[in-house]
C-alpha cells in the first residue's frame, strides 16, 4: 500500500478538457466508437470498439452492470408565463429502489429541485390535457441542498409507470441540452433490465449484440451485476485533500451465480466504474466472511475507507470463496446494500484484472480510480486522447485499460 488515498490533493488529477471534445450527441452506431487500448507495459494502441472481441480468450469474464436509467426529470408546469418547477429524482427515502419504483398511491424521494425559491409550500399539481390531476408534488422536508418530496397519484400505476409517462432522461449537466427522442434509446444500454439509475453506466453504451456475441464466440463468458448509478457520479470534489470528501453510496445487487463466476475466471474485465466498484466491493465483504464476521446479505454495507484499515490481505479466491460459502450457509443467493467504497491511488485492485471505461471529467473521483488502475500512465492515455481526436464523457468514445 503506498500513501493513503486520504492525503491525495485533486488538483493533482485534473487536466484541461476543452467543450468541443464533449461528446453532446452519440454516434449513429453504438460500437463504432474508438477504443484506446492501454496495455500493462504502458504502450497504447488505437483500436475501433468493434475489435473488442479480439482482446478476449477462452476463460476471460466480462461483467457488466444491468441497470436501467429512469426519466428522474419531472418538470411540473405553474401557468403561462410562469417558469416551472423541475423535481429531479435521487433516490428513495428511506425505501429501497425497488420498492420506490413498484409504489402505487405515493411515494417519497429525496430531490434536487429547480427554481426553488418559487415553490412555497403549495402542492404541485400536473394535469393531463383533460384537465384530470395526473400527479401531485408536496414538499416533506429540506435537507441540506434537496428537499424530501412526496408524490401522489389517483390510478393503480407503478411509480416506474408515472415516471415513463411524465418524466425525462436525465442527461448529465455538461451536455448543454434538453433531452432528444434519440437519448430515450442511446441513453440506455442494450442489457438494461432494472429500473434504478439517474445516470447511465455510460461504459456500456458502446456494446451490441454483436459485440457481446464476439466476445462469447472468443472464448468469454458474461456476467451481470447491479448498482443502480445515484446523481453523487458527478458530484466534484471541493475539498483540497481527499479526506474532506464525502463519497456518495449507491445500491448494489449481487448474485451467487456471479460470484461463482468470479471464483472460477482467471481474468475480469469490468465494464465501467459502476460494475467496478461493485466487484471491488465484494472482495471487502469476502474479507469479513473470511474472519467469521456477520453479515447480513439484504443490508451489506461498504465504507468509503474500508480498503484502506490495517487488515490481512488474502487472496482473491478465497475471499469471494468465503463470501459465498457464507451465502449458501445461509440459504440466500443475493447479496443486496449499498456501497461506498471510493478507488484511487494507493488501492491495489483485488477482483478486477481490466477496466472498460469512458474518458472522466476533470478533477473526478472517477478519474482517481482510473489513476489508480494504471498509475501515472493515465496522463499518457488522456494525452492521447486528445491529440487523436477522442470524444469525452458520457457519449464519447471507449478505453480498454489493463490494471497494473
Not at 413498484?102 to 383533460?130: H, I, P
Request: hydrophobic residues 40%.
Amino acid at each position: 500500500m503506498s500513501a493513503h488515498p486520504k492525503d491525495i490533493k485533486i488538483q493533482d488529477y485534473t487536466y484541461d478538457l476543452p467543450d468541443h471534445r464533449i461528446a453532446q450527441h452519440p454516434l449513429a452506431q453504438r460500437d463504432a466508437s474508438k477504443l484506446l487500448v492501454s496495455h500493462s507495459d504502458g504502450s497504447i494502441t488505437d483500436a475501433n470498439f468493434r475489435e473488442l472481441p479480439s482482446y478476449f480468450e477462452r476463460g476471460d469474464l466480462l461483467v457488466f452492470n444491468e441497470t436501467r436509467v429512469i426519466r428522474a426529470r419531472l418538470i411540473f408546469p405553474r401557468g403561462e408565463g410562469l417558469r416551472p418547477i423541475e423535481i429531479f429524482c435521487l433516490e428513495p427515502f428511506e425505501i429501497d429502489i425497488e420498492s420506490a419504483m413498484s409504489a402505487t398511491g405515493s411515494v417519497d424521494f429525496q430531490c434536487m429541485v429547480g427554481n426553488a425559491k418559487k415553490w412555497k409550500d403549495q402542492v404541485l399539481t400536473w394535469n393531463d390535457e383533460s384537465g384530470e390531476v395526473m400527479l401531485h408534488a408536496e414538499k416533506v422536508e429540506r435537507q441540506g441542498g434537496t428537499f424530501i418530496v412526496r408524490f401522489t397519484w389517483n390510478s393503480d400505476l407503478h411509480f416506474a409507470a408515472i415516471l415513463e409517462e411524465l418524466g425525462k432522461i436525465p442527461l448529465p449537466p455538461y451536455m448543454h441540452r434538453n433531452a432528444e427522442p434519440e437519448d430515450l434509446d442511446r441513453y440506455q444500454t442494450v442489457y438494461a433490465t432494472r429500473d434504478g439509475s439517474v445516470a447511465a453506466p455510460t461504459a456500456g453504451l458502446h456494446f451490441t449484440d454483436d459485440v457481446l456475441n464476439g466476445i462469447e464466440k472468443s472464448g468469454g463468458t458474461l456476467g451481470r451485476v447491479i448498482l443502480h448509478v445515484g446523481a453523487g457520479t458527478f458530484k466534484p470534489v471541493s475539498a483540497d485533500t481527499m479526506e474532506g470528501h464525502d463519497m456518495h453510496s449507491e445500491a448494489i445487487e449481487v448474485t451467487s451465480e456471479l460470484l461463482q463466476q468470479l471464483i472460477e475466471s482467471p481474468r475480469i474485465t469490468s465494464v465501467g466504474t459502476t460494475s467496478c466498484r461493485t466487484l471491488e466491493s465484494l472482495y471487502w465483504l469476502g474479507l469479513k466472511a473470511y474472519y467469521g464476521e456477520d453479515i447480513d446479505f439484504n443490508n451489506v454495507y461498504v465504507d468509503q475507507w474500508e480498503p484502506y484499515r490495517e487488515v490481512e490481505i488474502i487472496e482473491r479466491k478465497a475471499a469471494l470463496e468465503a463470501l459465498y460459502q457464507a451465502m449458501s450457509k445461509s440459504g440466500v443467493k443475493l447479496l443486496r446494500g449499498k456501497t461506498q467504497i471510493i478507488i484511487a491511488p494507493g488501492y491495489e485492485f483485488k477482483v478486477v484484472n481490466r477496466l472498460i471505461t469512458n474518458f472522466h471529467q476533470p478533477g473526478s473521483t472517477l478519474i482517481l480510480l482510473v489513476a489508480a488502475a494504471i498509475g501515472n500512465d493515465w496522463k499518457a492515455v488522456y494525452d492521447h486522447a486528445l491529440s487523436n481526436d477522442y470524444r469525452f464523457l458520457s457519449y464519447g468514445d471507449s478505453s480498454l485499460l489493463h490494471i497494473h
